[in-house]
């Protein structure tokens, strides 16, 4: 089908359709980033929002999902923003630096500007970027195709976000935490650019709160990992938000490059984190690790492509779901090995617990290989707790309940352990609890 | 402490009678021992005691100091005082043996409305015992039981019964897979808890565990009934005539 027939557009795309016509002065940008935005919008009118016919979204029915679009959220009052940082800290007691993007909005007042110049780490507002000469060529767009359908609607939507460099060689001290809050309901589209010059180290941290109301929450992040850099990035998408939380990694490897990234859903009720992983160097390793737990009618998708574009690059895919009730959890993997990518290790894992007969899960690992000498596996697995490990723990005087939750621990912990960012691993366990304490 | 009078039970899942009428009484400071023969239901009655749910007593009742017993969830029975040191223990991936021991010995003391342990009490509390089973601080920084040998386990299993100090003590073949010297171990690791106030029933195929643990009564099971009682020279007889009396008396 080339020539697509026009569509019908559904409440949330004629509202997103009329978001933009209302807040087009408002967006920022050169003349070549508008255009951008246009033809983005153009393709949310033209296609839709994504829908289970187009591939990559057959489990993740945004079109569905979305009844209506709720008006962008307005500009934050850095008072409230504060007071909903105050109340919610994902990471407590972790020393840590902060960067704050409020209702779409870099927050310079409200994070740690001053102690990260000093370690070598520059904070410039997104927009800034995007209000530049040439402001589109910051505008990343996953290497499999501009279309996403994410993408798109973030591109169309961005209302700020943060670029943040390392300079060769730092090694930043203490992990930094991106958090975006919502401090008024409304849409938070947020674009941010992550640059790790040559031999540099960061650990990120990647948090949302606030509640954002009936907006959907779509942040775009732009990884560019120099070479011999090292990047390790936590992602953190819980709370039991009502509307979509669409999550974009876009990552570009030099050589001698190392990613490491684990993304953690719990109890959301629409979650997609999509990571598009391309290497550009030789020498360079990737390890991907998901933790995902849904329960009611929750839907927890994380999607992931990785670019064997070179040769002699390793890839690991770790990716763990836990699901209730009738939630849905999805996990779409895929190693693309080209021609000349010869000697490339990938290993993807994909496992997923059920805790009620109504659950469903939706594995899809993948490779594609067109080279001949490479090291190249898959698997995936789907079961239920087991009996005989819950009993043998309850005949040693542990509830029922308290056993479970170790046993989810267990499961989990595997995934987060191998991650191996030890200063994350108490607070994600924390949130395991938690959702298994409220789910 | 334990009373089990005309107990019959079968396989939940296809009604396959296991128990045909057991009668057994434990009191207090006692050690008895239950040998048979392969496929008697020794296991059987030992999970019914600790609560596995895949059986399903379909007459008499189980009287554990005075509470009925099957009435008990299996995490209810363990703080009341019931342990079942398993025929095979379980590997559990992901769960830290020292973290497993916390839980354990802290949800029974709550669920007796106990004390949580401090952590230096807890510390000392399982070195001692570790000490004296000869389990390595090494074995017990590893996930519960993974990887550990056949007899590790066993070990492990006792030490997690000295730490839990539970009333009744169900032993389930824990000689299976030992050589001397672990038995010698293990074996002092279970008089050690032998006193007035404890009861132990100590369910083996061979007499070699009784020369270490030395029973006040010995019962033969076969075919799911009790068919033989008498004092420790009964498993001595049956080292010598095997149980091929015994299966032919209860067919
Ligand atoms: N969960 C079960 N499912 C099916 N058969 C079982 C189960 N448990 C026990 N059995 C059967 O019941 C009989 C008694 O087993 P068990 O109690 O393990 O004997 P013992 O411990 O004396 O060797 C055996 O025939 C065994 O196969
Ligand atoms: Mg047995």
Redesign the pocket.
Known sequence: MNASAPIKNTQAEDDLIARFDAGRDQLAGSADVSARREAAVGQIRDRGLPHRRVEEYKYSDLRAFMKSAAPLAPKADVAAARDVLQATDCFSGLDRYRIVIANGDFQPELSDVEPLAAEGVSLTDFNELLSGPDGATNLAFPKTGPQDGTVALNTAFIQGGVALSVGEGKVVTKPVEVVHVASAEGAAVTRSRIDLAKGAQLRLLETFIGDTGDGELNAVFDYQVADGATLATTRLVVGNARSARLLTSIATLGADATFKSLGFIAGTRFARNQQFVNFTGENSEAKIYGVSMAGGEDLADQTLIVDHAVPHCNSREFFKTVLDGRAKGVYQGRINVAPHAQKTDGEMMTQALLLSEEAEMANKPELEIFADDVLCAHGATSGEIDEDLLFYLRARGIPEAEARTLLVLAFLSEAIEEFGEEYVTEGLEERVRDWLASH | MLEIKNLHAR?A??E?E?LRGIDLTVKAGEVHAIM????????????ILAGKD??EVTEGEILFNGVNLLELEPDERAAAGMFLAF?YPIEIPGVATMEFLKTAMNAQRKARGEDTLSIPDFMKRVKDAAAHLNVSMDMLKRPLNVGFSGGEKKRAEILQMSLLEPKLCVL??TDSGLDIDALRIVSDGVNKLRSPERAMVV?T?YQRLLDHIVPDVVHV?SR?RIVKTGDKSLALELEKNGYADYVDAAA
């Open positions: 396989i899942e296809d396959t296991i048979g023969p392969n496929g008697s239901g020794k296991s059987t009655l030992s999970y895949d059986y025929q389930d073949e369910i195929h099971l799911g």
